[in-house]
C-alpha cells in the first residue's frame, strides 16, 4: 500500500510538470521533481481507506498484521477511535 501511494504521488507531481511545461496547466510554477535528501532520515507513511487501520483508545495505530504501533502525529486526529 505505501509503495503504490508513493508512485501515485511520484505520477501526480510528473504529470502536473510536464502539463506545466506544455502550457496545459494554470496557476503557480511547477517544478521539477526531487529525490529525498539521504542526509534527512525523516520517515513519513500515509494511509488510504483500503488499508483497514484503526486509531486506539490510547493513540496509537493499530494496523492488520502488525498490531498496535506507537506513532508521533503531525497533526490532531480527525478521526475518533473505534470500540
Known sequence: ???Q????DLN???????AFVAGR???PKVAESRFR????RRQ?????KNARFSITAG?????PKIGDVP????RPCRRTPRQ
Not at 493513540?59 to 494496523?63: A, E, H, S, T
Not at 506513532?71 to 503531525?74: A, C, G, L, P, Q
Request: charged share 30%; proline share 0%.
Open 12 to 18: 501526480a507531481a510528473y504529470r502536473a510538470f510536464f
Open 59 to 63: 493513540g496509537k495505530l493499530r494496523l
Open 1 to 3: 500500500m505505501v509503495l
Open 25 to 27: 496547466r494554470k496557476g
Open 5 to 8: 501511494q508513493a508512485l501515485a
Open 71 to 74: 506513532v508521533r502525529w503531525s
Open 37 to 40: 535528501s539521504k542526509k534527512d
Open 44 to 48: 513519513a507513511v500515509r494511509f488510504t
